[in-house]
């Protein structure tokens, strides 16, 4: 054993040397990558750069900059870098079909950044989810919903598919649907409606709110109560206006009708 120690020290000695060597070069490549990612955020804030971008930078820059290292601590280790593209070669077929879910999610990333249906920070409608943009990374989006569920959707899925950005034009109509008896009066509903939305908080005042009469169905007669809300506070005020509508019509005597149902019984 010390024999075999004796012929191998000097091969010993640089092995041990090259591992604090990538040891050192780990720890110091991963300080300087935070470093170099502050440095360039805050190049791109001072040139108005918006969030989205930036954090889609950020991410991507922090991939390619934690390969290089990887690659430079291997190295260091005696591993040929070659070995790597001819690893990859000898199993690029295998490798291809491995990465291509994540190539096209990485594909996808790129064409969310130039052609910009969403930013961060907007409420979407995507793959039948609904919630605020929290952040846009290399291979999917996050998205908060209003359960405060936090959805990771590939940024493939959400290229080739529908994206409703409800955000887009800022503010939101609501539309909340009231059914009364055919025996109510048109006008006095109206107004009960109208009283019964006014003053919720989160109703934004213009557009003022607006009741129209929608249809004439089998058993009742429907309006539609027209409000305008944020993107933030639309169940809020949708379920403040459908509770103060219940009441006010309970307290004007106007029936909302319900189905009924007629037993005949035959001796």
């Not at 191998?8 to 991963?30: C, E, P, Q, R, Y």
């Not at 409703?164 to 034009?169: A, V």
């Not at 003053?199 to 429907?222: K, Q, Y």
Request: aromatic share 8%; net charge neutral; hydrophobic share 50%.
């Amino acid at each position: 054993m010390v024999g075999f120690f004796e012929k191998h020290s000097d091969k010993i000695v640089d092995f041990a040397v090259n591992i604090f060597a990538a040891l050192a070069i780990l720890i110091i490549g991963l300080y300087a990558i935070r470093i170099i990612l502050k440095i360039m955020n805050k190049i791109l804030v001072s040139r108005s750069v918006d969030e989205t971008l930036r954090r889609f930078a950020h991410n991507l820059s922090g991939w390619v900059l934690k390969i290089m290292l990887f690659i430079a601590v291997a190295s260091k280790l005696g591993v040929e870098t070659t070995s790597f593209a001819a690893l990859i070669a000898a199993a690029g077929l295998g490798v291809g079909f491995a990465l291509q879910g994540a190539l096209g999610n990485l594909a996808g990333g790129v064409i969310i950044m130039l052609f910009r249906p969403f930013k961060i920070g907007d409420y979407i409608d995507v793959q039948g989810e609904e919630g605020f943009v929290e952040d846009i990374q290399i291979f999917s989006t996050i998205i908060r919903t209003f359960r405060n569920k936090t959805i990771y959707i590939p940024n493939g899925a959400l290229s080739n598919g529908n994206i409703i950005n409800i955000s887009e034009k800022g503010n939101l109509r609501l539309d909340v649907e009231i059914g009364v008896d055919y025996a109510s009066d048109i006008k006095q509903t109206k107004e009960v409606l109208i009283r019964a939305v006014d003053g919720i908080e989160g109703l934004l005042p213009t557009p003022a709110p607006s009741v129209v009469l929608t249809e004439l169905a089998d058993s009742s007669i429907n309006f539609k109560v027209f409000l305008w809300v944020t993107p933030e506070t639309f169940y809020s005020v949708k379920a403040a206006a459908i509770e103060n509508c219940k009441i006010a019509l309970d307290k004007a005597g106007i029936e909302i009708p319900y189905p009924h149902q007629v037993n005949i019984s035959k001796n």
